[in-house]
Structure formats: C-alpha cells, structure tokens
C-alpha cells in the first residue's frame, strides 16, 4: 500500500501541523557551524577562521549536491524510516561536530550535514505546498518562516556560547533531533509515498564532480584573502582544479542517458533573468559582512549585541511574508513586488552611507535593518518564484539544487570576498590621504586624536565608498527592474498613446463590466439549477 501523507491515519489533523512545524524548526536550522559563534570557535580551537567559513559554505553545498536525486529517493524509502534514520544522523553529526577540534573534520561534517538535512526539507516541501494550494503563496509562508528560525537560531547560538560554550549548542541541538526523531517513530506511518524507485540510475560520479567543483570554490572565497588571492598557489591550484571539475561533469551529463543535472532550463528567458536579479540579490546580501566591519570593528559591539542587530529584521520579513501572501492570493504584477525588494535594499544601503559616523546610536540600526529584513525576504520570494516559474519537476529539482548554491553560496561568496578586498585597498588609501595632515605636532597638539581613531576613520571612509557604490549600481538594477517585462506584453509606444489618450483607462472599465456580468450571469444560471 502507498500514503502520500507522512502520518498515520489515526493522528489528528492538528498534531499533524504541529509536527511538521516541529520538523521544520528543529531540522532547517540545523547547521554544521553558525555564524554567530564562530569567533568562539575560533578562540576554542585556535585554527583560522577561514576553515568554519569554509564549513559553513560546504553545507550549502551538500544541500544543493542532494536536490537532483531527493525524489527518486523519496519513492525509494518509506517514509518512517528515512525521516528517523535522517534525524538521528543529523544528530551524530551535531555531536560529533560538538566534540571535535580539528576544523577539516567540521568542514567535512557539515557537507554531510547539508546533504542529508534537503531529504528531509522536501519531506515537509511538498506537504505543505498541497496544503497551501499554490506555489507562490507557499514560498510567501515558508521562506519567511526559515529566514526567521535562522536569525533566531544564530542569536540564541550566540547566547548559549557566552553562558556555556559552543559546544554545548550543537550537543543541545543533536539532542533535539533525537526527540524529534523518537517522536516521528510513533506518529509517522511505514508505508512507501508510491511506486518504489530504484536507487541504481543516480549518477554517483557527477555528484561527486559537483561536490568538487563548489568545494574548491568555496575554499578560493574562504581562503583568498588570507593567502593572498592569485599570490598563493593554493588558490590557483583550487581554481583550476574547481573549473576541470565543472567541465568534467557538463562533459558527463550530455553523455548520460538520465543525466544528474540538466542544462536546457537555462535557455528560458526567466530562469536567465532569475539568475542575474539573483546575483543582484548576492551583491545586497553581502553587506552583511561591510556592516559587521562598521558594527564591531568600528562600534565595538560585542558578538551578541551584534547578533541582535539581526534580530531586528524579523519585523520587515514578516512584512514582506504577509505581502508575498497577498500579493500572490490576488494575482498582482510580480515586477511590483520585486521592485518593492530592492527598492528596501537601496534604501538600506543608503541609510548606511550616511550612517558611516563615531556617534551612530544603536536606536539607528532599527530601520535600516527593518528595510535589509523586508527587502531580503520579499526578494528570496519573489525571484526564486519568477526564475522556477512554469518549470516541470523533473527540470526543477536539479534547478533548485543550481540556483540554490548560486543564491547562497556563488553570488555571496563572491561579492563578499571582493567587498573584503576592495574595502582593505579602500583603507590603506584612506590612511595615505589622512598621512598628509599628520605628523608629530599634530599628534601631540591633540590628544583625542590617537592612531586608533585615525585607524576607525578610514574604515569608515573605506566601508562609506563601497555603500556609495552600491548604491550606484542598485539604481541600475531598479531602471532594470522597471522596464523588464516579467512575463507580461511589454510596454509598447501604442500602448503609451493609448494610455494618454484615455482609451487603455475605458478598456479596463469595460473589460471589468464584462467580467461582473459574466460572474453575474454564473451566480444566476447556478441558483436556477
């Protein structure tokens, strides 16, 4: 017998939300390193930084490495037992994450972490998806839903670190997997989901060929700016080696008679367009580290209170969930939205711009981050929905796994290694302009100003040209935003005559008379039957 449900009959249906709600929270922010306690791990461990960095990319990627193959094992096992059995390897890791010192072995766990954590992600997927009757309003509730647990996890990860150590988190966090995997053992039903599938067509060789091809680019956005970039042979190594893996596995799959990832997706318009607003959308995102460099480097906040800062994007996400809800319940243009996206993103990088002082209150961080919370969520919406749009599940699974280590991991990686890099040589030009009014009268003539001063003041200048310049180019983005069509006619010269002209105004009238009287005539011929 089959069950495409994921609890057995007798459950109620309210404990039945309530688990996958459980489910999700407690598996989608499981992580092999979180971002708020990596300075402890640092100082705990004494290996560079760079490596939980790396960690923290590697999850990614086994999450992206397992979306091409996550259905064909979802027909393969019951149900039961791969969520219980996934839980309870989840939590092994968490453990063993927990207790050892050595970073390459984190690096290494966390790509299994990520791995295993998609199976059960497109377990709760596809539930609530039916349930929810569209793809779009699903992707308004559940994204904002993750965005919110990551934040909250990363805070609480924090604060678990300053009480106890960060590593009494990840043992908290194995724990818990274990409950809930003891819990999904008596609710969950063990039948298979449909047709039992074998595991044999999976193409072992081109996942392994993935995984290489963002390891090793992951390890160039980790590590370059340490070794130096194109200076060190250890990154030139990797980055070759990073291209001959992805020319190795495009090689293999037009070989493939069941390829692992298919490539025809991105001849479409959308998914083309989806991919650059993506990109867009990485460059946004990796502010984050130009403002952790303000907050703590220059404000001198401490890991939690910058943690916080984070925090106060949750009420712009739940904005942005309840308009995506709306937006897509009544069927609105999606170019509006995503206009709306990277308008609050702009606007955010350009409270930063002028933000860039000693004096910068903490009360001042509210709306900003209110604008980076709406912004990041509106757009984690509504271009993941326009690029996967009309997209058949067999292209769209490999698609998610692509576009989710382009959004996450390829466009974040990169912009925040080359907004590291260029903010450093931005610094050192800083300081050589400020060298000219200095010298040894003027120190001693000034007691407040001290070289560490000089120091705060160009890395504000330093972090205030980059914002400038994104600022720039999110102007761009907009102009681009406006006039791309998005799936609808595009604005012609006709159009733009007819609308000054008065005339596109009385054809929606009519066009709205018509469509009253016909649900008019409906609702009559419905009660006379």
């Known amino acids: 017998m089959y069950n495409q449900g994921l609890f057995s009959n007798w459950v109620p249906k309210p404990l039945q939300l309530f688990m996958l709600f459980l489910i999700t929270l407690v598996a989608m922010p499981v992580s092999g390193v979180y971002t708020g306690s990596l300075s402890y791990m640092v100082g705990d461990t004494g290996a560079l930084s760079e490596y939980y960095m790396w960690a923290n990319y590697a999850t990614t990627v086994g999450m992206g490495a397992a979306m091409p193959i996550v259905l064909r094992a979802k027909m393969r096992f019951k149900v039961r037992d791969k969520v219980v059995a996934l839980l309870v390897l989840m939590g092994v890791l968490s453990f063993i994450n927990a207790t050892t010192s050595n970073p390459m072995v984190i690096v290494f766990v966390s790509l299994i972490l990520g791995f295993f954590k998609t199976f059960i992600t497109i377990e709760v997927f596809l539930p609530l998806m039916m349930l929810m009757g569209g793809r779009g309003i699903f992707y308004g509730v559940f994204y904002t839903f993750i965005l919110v647990i ?6 609480y990860a924090v604060e678990f670190s300053i009480i106890h150590n ?22 969950m039903h063990d039948k298979y ?3 039992k599938m074998p595991l044999h067509y999976i193409d072992w060789l081109s996942i ?21 970039w194109l200076n060190s042979q250890n990154i030139i190594n990797a980055s070759i080696a990073a291209f001959v893996s992805f020319a190795l596995m495009v090689i293999r799959q037009a070989t493939l008679k069941r390829p692992y990832l298919s490539f025809k997706i991105f001849t479409r318009n959308n998914v083309q367009v989806g991919l650059f607003l993506l990109l867009c959308l990485g460059m946004f995102l990796a502010t984050t580290s130009l403002q952790n460099i303000f907050s703590v480097g220059v404000l001198g906040y401490d890991q939690l209170t910058n943690a916080k800062l984070n925090m106060m994007m949750i009420p712009g996400m739940l904005l942005a969930g309840i308009l995506a809800v709306y937006w897509f319940k009544k069927e609105k243009k999606l170019k509006f939205f995503i206009f709306a996206g990277f308008s609050s993103m702009v606007a955010y990088c350009i409270i930063m ?10 009360e001042s961080w509210y709306l900003p981050m209110f604008l980076k919370g709406f912004g990041m969520c509106s757009l984690y919406i509504s271009v993941w929905y326009y ?11 490999p698609a998610i796994g692509l576009f989710l280590l382009w959004r996450s991991f390829v466009t974040v990686g990169l912009f925040s290694a080359l907004f590291s890099w260029t903010q450093y040589q931005f610094q050192i030009e800083s300081l ?5 009014y200095m010298d040894g009268m003027t120190l001693n003539a000034q007691p407040n100003l001290s070289l560490k001063t000089i120091q705060l003041n160009a890395m504000i200048v330093a972090n205030k040209k980059l914002f400038g310049y994104i600022v720039l180019a999110g102007f761009g983005i907009l102009i681009f935003v406006m006039t791309h069509h998005f799936g609808y006619p595009k604005f012609t010269l006709n159009k733009l005559v007819r609308l000054f002209g008065g005339k596109s105004v009385v054809a929606r009238r009519r066009l709205r008379e018509r469509k009253k009287l016909a649900e008019s005539l409906k609702d009559g011929v419905g009660s006379a039957i």
């Not at 990551?150 to 805070?155: D, K, L």
């Not at 997209?391 to 699974?397: A, K, P, Q, Y």
């Not at 050589?432 to 000219?436: E, F, H, K, R, T």
């Open 166 to 187: 960060w590593r009494q988190f990840l043992i908290f966090v194995a724990i818990l997997c274990f409950i809930v995997a003891l819990i999904c053992w008596v609710l």
């Open 150 to 155: 990551t934040q909250v996890a990363n805070y």
């Open 432 to 436: 050589g302009d400020l060298a000219v």
């Open 387 to 397: 690029a996967l749009d009309k997209l058949e599940i067999n292209d769209m699974l």
């Open 353 to 362: 711009y002028f933000s860039m002082v000693l004096e910068f209150s903490y």
């Open 193 to 195: 989901f449909a047709l």
């Open 208 to 228: 392994l060929l993935f995984i290489s091809t963002f390891m090793f680019s992951a390890y160039v956005f980790s590590f370059g700016k340490q070794q130096d």
